[in-house]
T-cell receptor, first 112, second 108 residues
Framework: ETGVTQSPTHLIKTRGQQVTLRCSSQ?????VSWYQQALGQGPQFIFQ???????GRGNFPPRFSGLQFPNYSSELNVNALELDDSALYLC???????????FGPGTRLTVL | DAKTTQPNSMESNEEEPVHLPCNHS???????IHWYRQLPSQGPEYVIH???SNVNNRMASLAIAEDRKSSTLILHRATLRDAAVYYC?????????FGTGTSLTVIP
């Protein structure tokens, strides 16, 4: 059974650029959620995808968008990067909603 | 808009039980209570979750107050590997709210 994987592990961008982060969910999981974790803080829910449809969204602006593919892998896209977007971005997959989510190791994004 | 309140830090001696408290006074009837823990440089790890009744699994127990406005995560015998930040979380509809977490130190 393959766990949740994320790529890349680290990324450096400049303000105003766009970034795409990728996540492969655990085998059999059809739900993927994305979180932003700033240094020293708890994760903040960005959005959740279930069977390729957005199924819930946290308090993040529209420049944060996502996709889920037929194989349930997912992408997080962030446009017009700001310095405050620097954070660890976590992806989690589950069988049902938010129950028993399995988290990936995260992608560390630095915006200069 | 924090949904849960936890102590910033707690200490426990190795091999002793640990009770990690969480207040969630604004919980509504359909909100689930979840606990995750996070070790340094790792993603969070699922510990346990429940709705109304107390729950037990191989990792921990979850005790939920009768009015559901608070809960307690119980680690029955703390080990050094249990040192982590423990998050108490409410899921409400299609939202998932992490709190600020409790940093647990286990003393050998």
């Amino acid at each position: 059974e393959t766990g949740v994987t994320q790529s890349p592990t680290h990324l450096i961008k400049t303000r105003g650029q766009q970034v795409t982060l990728r996540c492969s969910s655990q085998s059999g999981h059809n739900t993927v959620s994305w979180y932003q974790q700033a240094l020293g803080q708890g994760p903040q829910f960005i959005f959740q995808y279930y069977r390729e449809e957005e199924n819930g969204r946290g308090n993040f602006p529209p420049r944060f968008s996502g996709l889920q593919f037929p194989n349930y892998s997912s992408e997080l896209n962030v446009n017009a990067l700001e310095l405050d977007d620097s954070a660890l971005y976590l992806c989690a997959s589950s069988l049902v909603g938010f129950n028993e989510q399995f988290f990936g190791p995260g992608t560390r994004l630095t915006v200069l | 808009d924090a949904k849960t309140t936890q102590p910033n830090s707690m200490e426990s001696n190795e091999e002793e039980p640990v009770h990690l408290p969480c207040n969630h006074s604004t919980i509504s009837g359909t909100d689930y209570i979840h606990w995750y823990r996070q070790l340094p440089s790792q993603g969070p790890e699922y510990v346990i979750h429940g709705l109304t009744s107390n729950v037990n699994n191989r990792m921990a127990s979850l005790a939920i107050a009768e009015d559901r406005k608070s809960s307690t995560l119980i680690l029955h015998r703390a080990t050094l590997r249990d040192a982590a930040v423990y998050y108490c979380i409410l899921s409400t509809g299609n939202q998932f709210y992490f709190g600020t977490g409790t940093s647990l130190t286990v003393i050998p």
